[in-house]
């Protein structure tokens, strides 16, 4: 199972902030989970439109290339705009 | 090192003295605190919540406070950045950095609030007249924390 | 904008609170806290005493904090210095200053550090086991002061 | 009449911290005024042999060829060490 959040406008688009996915075959990658989210279609476009996506996998920065394993942490965020 | 996410207000003076408390080695405090204004990009605010990501914030803190000890003299160094619901005026983010000499204390406290602002997982929410609306990451603030690379 | 020159402590909380006090357009407040270290040149320190040109300081703090306004975008800025005797841990001096944005807020702050150190009449002479000695002055101050001409 | 003030090591050296001086004919600027003051020879020397010797006229940082009017305040000082 893979933990996934969701963050900020992003959350709001999507109208919820966390679910939990079995990891399927063929999912290596965060990239591959991103198609995966997005191809959903309706709200789950936001996904594709949110101009700079920033991913984290276990609470720490990760590109769309990085490997997932079951268990992982997998959150989508806008850019960050704190401080 | 301290790191604190709170809601909760905090108090410049108390942490300086946390920092300095018992020890005579400090010759430099160097701090910043980010407040609320009441109006961004055009908008009058009237106040704005804070969101962040628990667990990841705190640890994406003190990587940039480890960071900033890495690369600079510090001798201590606190990071306190408030969450929930905030109104114009309000304080946002303390850092206060500890060092023996300025040129650290300075270099180190606004390299810790560069990388914080493009870093570390926090988002706002404006309220302004025409309703609420997420705030769009600057790119000056990608700039600023670009610079230091070259340091 | 506040210039002192003082032999009372101050207190960094009551200094921004001035500067922030009923106004919402501030979103940053850069300070610094210069304090006596036990430790200097390789000799402890039991104590100093800070000399200084009165009439002159003062006109060349408010002079330094000018040039900061005319370079960056400073609402407000407040520097005040101590004269008199200090022991280790004791506050030194403190400038702070508020800005919309922490950029501005950081360079002027620490601009207003570096001409302090260079061009405003104090003197330091320090108590060591061996005597009283006057503080020489750093040839990394010129430099730090220098930097900013190509800023 | 010239206010002459003397700071910090210079003035422990010298033994005072000011002194009213009529301004002699031919003394027309900074230097020659350095220059008459050292000359008293003894302790006076620190005047020349201080490094890095500053001077201030009226309270502003002057140099060795700035101007000397009746009434001016001369301050001769090390290299400040505040902050």
Same mark, same amino acid.
């Given at each position: 199972?893979?933990?996934?959040?969701?963050?900020?406008?992003?959350?709001?688009?999507?109208?919820?902030?966390?679910?939990?996915?079995?990891?399927?075959?063929?999912?290596?990658?965060?990239?591959?989970?991103?198609?995966?989210?997005?191809?959903?279609?309706?709200?789950?476009?936001?996904?594709?439109?949110?101009?700079?996506?920033?991913?984290?996998?276990?609470?720490?920065?990760?590109?769309?290339?990085?490997?997932?394993?079951?268990?992982?942490?997998?959150?989508?965020?806008?850019?960050?705009?704190?401080? | 090192?301290?790191?604190?996410?709170?809601?909760?207000?905090?108090?410049? @003076? +108390?942490?300086? /003295?946390?920092?300095? =408390?018992?020890?005579?080695?400090?010759?430099?405090?160097?701090?910043? !605190?980010?407040? #609320?204004?009441?109006?961004?990009?055009?908008?009058?605010?009237?106040?704005?919540?804070?969101?962040?990501?628990?667990?990841?914030?705190?640890?994406?803190?003190?990587?940039?406070?480890?960071?900033?000890?890495?690369?600079? @003299? +510090?001798?201590? /160094?606190?990071?306190? =950045?408030?969450?929930?619901?905030?109104?114009?005026?309000?304080?946002? !983010?303390?850092? #206060?950095?500890?060092?023996?000499?300025?040129?650290?204390?300075?270099?180190?406290?606004?390299?810790?609030?560069?990388?914080?602002?493009?870093?570390?997982?926090?988002?706002?929410?404006?309220?302004?007249?025409?309703?609420?609306?997420?705030?769009? /990451?600057?790119?000056?603030?990608?700039?600023?924390?670009?610079?230091?690379?070259?340091?």
């Amino acid at each position: 199972m893979l933990k996934i959040l969701y963050f900020a406008g992003l959350r709001e688009a999507l109208g919820q902030s966390s679910e939990q996915l079995a990891l399927p075959g063929g999912m290596g990658t965060v990239g591959q989970l991103h198609a995966h989210l997005a191809a959903r279609g309706g709200a789950w476009e936001a996904l594709a439109k949110t101009k700079n996506l920033r991913i984290a996998v276990n609470q720490q920065m990760a590109a769309m290339d990085a490997p997932l394993n079951d268990g992982d942490e997998v959150a989508f965020f806008p850019p960050v705009t704190g401080g | 090192m301290k790191v604190s996410v709170q809601t909760e207000d905090f108090d410049l @003076d +108390v942490e300086c /003295a946390a920092l300095t =408390h018992g020890r005579k080695d400090i010759g430099a405090l160097a701090s910043f !605190v980010g407040l #609320v204004r009441d109006a961004n990009d055009g908008a009058g605010i009237a106040r704005m919540t804070l969101e962040h990501y628990p667990g990841m914030t705190e640890k994406s803190l003190a990587e940039i406070v480890e960071q900033a000890r890495g690369r600079w @003299d +510090v001798l201590d /160094a606190t990071v306190i =950045h408030r969450v929930g619901e905030l109104k114009p005026g309000d304080n946002i !983010v303390l850092v #206060v950095v500890a060092s023996a000499h300025r040129g650290d204390a300075f270099a180190a406290c606004e390299f810790i609030m560069d990388f914080l602002k493009t870093r570390a997982p926090f988002w706002k929410k404006e309220e302004t007249p025409e309703g609420g609306r997420w705030v769009d /990451a600057r790119e000056s603030d990608d700039v600023a924390a670009e610079k230091w690379k070259g340091r």
